[in-house]
């Protein structure tokens, strides 16, 4: 591996991006608070996001894309009546 490694899948919107940690330390310094940075245990890998302006409207076009094509109303009674039915057990 060089300096920098990038694979990028055009399937996914992920970029993989493997670096010498010294190059890394130094991006986290320059991109202060306009980023999050989390690190994955299990795969090993840091994730980088770009930081919302809006927490919460970041989540309702999350949920909107997770949601998107189901009723919500629908599932809640289909939970609830699968609740009610095992409970008769």
Excluded: H
Aim: glycine residues 4%.
């Amino acid at each position: 591996m060089g300096k920098i490694d990038i694979n990028y899948d055009s399937e996914s919107q992920y970029v993989l991006l493997r670096m010498q940690r010294e190059i890394f330390e130094e991006i986290k310094k320059l991109l202060g608070d306009d980023v999050i940075l989390t690190y994955d245990e299990e795969k090993k890998e840091t994730i980088i996001f770009k930081k919302p302006e809006s927490f919460t409207e970041a989540l309702i076009e999350i949920g909107s894309k997770i949601w998107g094509d189901i009723n919500a109303e629908e599932y809640i009674n289909q939970e609830r009546n699968s609740r009610e039915n095992f409970s008769k057990f």
